[in-house]
């Protein structure tokens, strides 16, 4: 991705509220920096809005299915990812080339806190389960976390990583839910748990 597309990627994730740009202007940035994306039908208001939504069929990295997300979560993911893939060459000799989410847009409550919203509910919340590398390779969060190999020191080097993009990491440290997926969400409540 050049410097000019990060530049553009980044004015589109200033805050305060809104917390990004309308979609029509995301979506631009995100062609310009070599997104495959579109708009989506999300909520506009209530407790479920959400804020710029675009969708992400393919990045550097294909996905399991289609990213349907806000523009502020789809900007702090490009530039996850290209760190990401750096991370995956280094910690298994191969490239990094999709990921497998579980969702970023869910209409509901906070899982284990039933009183408040999820960010999900407003898609600035993203599940990963599983990465996927060049030679086939499957690694998961539920199979791989606790390996002593390359695997599992790639998932844990991958949270550490996150915690420098997103406000909130979950993983399989975090409690019983997160035994599966990491969690990324951006706030507004800090949390590492890598």
């Known amino acids: 991705m050049s410097a000019a597309a990060l530049v553009a990627l980044a004015a589109c ?3 305060p509220r809104p917390l990004g740009p309308p979609a029509d202007s995301c979506l631009a940035a995100l062609t310009r920096a070599g997104v495959t994306a579109e708009r989506w039908e999300a909520p506009e208001r209530g407790a479920c809005r959400v804020e710029g939504p675009v969708r992400l069929a393919r990045t550097g990295l294909s996905f399991n299915r289609p990213l349907e ?3 502020p979560l789809a900007l702090a993911w490009l530039r996850y990812e290209a760190e990401l893939a750096v991370l995956a060459k280094r910690e298994t000799g191969r490239e990094l080339v999709a990921v497998e989410h579980a969702g970023s847009h869910a209409c509901r409550a906070m899982t284990g806190n ?3 919203a999820s960010l999900h509910a407003r898609a600035l919340a993203l599940d990963v389960v599983a ?3 060049s030679d086939g390779t499957r690694i998961a969060v ?3 976390w606790r390996d002593p190999g390359p695997y599992g020191r790639f998932l844990r080097a991958a949270a550490r990583l996150a915690c420098r993009h997103f406000a ?3 993983t399989p440290m975090s409690d019983r839910w ?3 997926h990491f969690h990324f969400d951006l706030g507004p409540f800090p949390r590492c748990d890598a």
């Open 69 to 71: 997300t806000s523009c």
């Open 178 to 180: 997160h035994r599966d």
């Open 142 to 144: 539920e199979q791989h």
């Open 131 to 133: 990465f996927r590398l």
């Open 114 to 116: 039933a009183g408040r």
């Open 168 to 170: 909130m990491v979950l």
């Open 13 to 15: 994730a200033r805050e």
